[in-house]
């Protein structure tokens, strides 16, 4: 019952901005922190961003200062902005909760940067 959708994956040119969402269903509470993952093709998932109860965020290095995250707790939303796409970004983009020790992850959407 515990449910992440993600939503907003296309193709964009490197340069380009993108914002992907991430539906949440009600057993995942304002409380709990949700993670963006991402997977590019024969790689492994990689963390890309978190954000808090609080609304405060952490991101890799990779991605920081051009990617932000942000959830509007009242429709059981995430968001992920991401500005300055570069080739190296193009992977499907997951949104993830850990409930009660138990990882949750959306279907993914994919994301490609390409001229």
């Known amino acids: 019952q515990v449910q992440l959708v993600e939503s907003g994956g296309r193709l964009v040119q490197p340069g380009g901005s993108l914002k992907l969402s991430c539906g949440m269903s009600v057993h995942i509470s304002n409380f709990d922190v949700i993670n963006w993952y991402r997977q590019a093709p024969g790689q492994q998932r990689e963390f890309v961003a978190s954000i808090d109860t609080d609304g405060d965020s952490r991101y890799r290095e990779s991605v920081q200062g051009r990617f932000a995250v942000s959830r509007d707790n009242s429709i059981h939303m995430v968001y992920l902005q991401m500005n300055n796409l570069k080739t190296d970004d193009t992977a499907v983009y997951y949104c993830?909760?850990?409930?009660?020790?138990?990882?949750?992850w959306g279907q993914g959407t994919q994301v490609t940067v390409s001229s």
């Open positions: 993830n909760v850990n409930l009660y020790g138990k990882d949750y």
